[in-house]
């Protein structure tokens, strides 16, 4: 079956701009969890949905905001964009919340300029 | 502050050799610990967990060692494959399977034929 898809692959945006990412999870995964890779942090949690509500949120500003729909596809959300945004913003999906054996798309590099 | 480290940031191995991939962490709730995998331009795949109940994990030529007293775990690799060659992301988790994972900043592995 299919992976989980992230749109689009590559982004440039500049500071104060706004971005949204889309994200489909594996066929009849209905938790999605969205992450920020950069350099300096590595790895770090955003968020995750399940059945449309967020159920967890990681340390981030206000500025990150995410949804899910009723089909489990998510999107998430940067407002006002600042240079340290640029990452990679990977989403991964399992069958339910919190299961750590997640299946991750290849992510979504965003670049603010 | 970071509660996952992984101090190596480069590993690099002659292929058959032994890998051995290193990760500390500073909290102590920390009950369950995953490794994941990246390939450039894909995001990252589980490889093998463990519970803090156990002390050893191992899953083909996967081997991880849990050392709760150092708040240590490692990841052995034997024997490393060219294949083999990618980032390795340390993860603790302390809701067990089900809590959100912080990770470590990743070790990149290179092994060479």
């Known amino acids: 079956k299919a992976g989980v898809t992230q749109t689009p692959r590559y982004l440039i945006k500049t500071r104060g701009q706004q971005v949204t990412l889309s994200c489909s999870p594996i066929?009849?995964?209905?938790?999605v969890s969205w992450y920020q890779q950069t350099p300096g942090q590595g790895l770090q949690f955003l968020f995750e949905?399940?059945?449309?509500?967020?159920?967890n949120k990681g340390n981030f500003p206000g500025r990150f905001s995410g949804r899910q729909f009723s089909n489990s596809r998510s999107e998430m959300n940067v407002s006002t964009l600042e240079l340290g945004d640029s990452a990679l913003y990977l989403c991964?999906?399992?069958?339910?919340?919190?299961?750590?054996?997640?299946?991750f798309g290849p992510g979504t590099r965003l670049t603010v300029l | 502050d970071q509660q996952v480290k992984q101090n190596s940031p480069s590993l690099s191995v002659q292929e058959g050799r032994i890998s051995i991939l290193n990760c500390d962490y500073t909290?102590?709730?920390?009950?369950?610990f995953l490794w994941y995998k990246k390939y450039p331009a894909e995001g990252p795949t589980f490889l093998i967990s463990?519970?803090?109940?156990?002390d050893k994990n191992e899953d083909g030529r996967f081997t991880v060692f849990l050392n709760k007293s150092a708040k240590h775990l490692s990841l052995h690799i034997v024997p490393s494959q060219p294949g083999d060659s990618a980032v390795y992301f340390c993860?603790?988790?302390?809701?067990?399977?089900?809590?959100?994972?912080?990770f470590g900043k990743g070790t990149k592995l290179s092994v060479k034929p």
């Open positions: 949905y399940f059945s449309e509500t967020q159920r």
């Open positions: 909290n102590s709730m920390f009950d369950y």
């Open positions: 993860a603790a988790s302390a809701g067990g399977s089900q809590g959100n994972l912080i």
């Open positions: 991964a999906s399992s069958l339910i919340p919190k299961d750590n054996e997640q299946f």
């Open positions: 463990i519970s803090s109940i156990k």
């Open positions: 066929s009849g995964h209905r938790s």
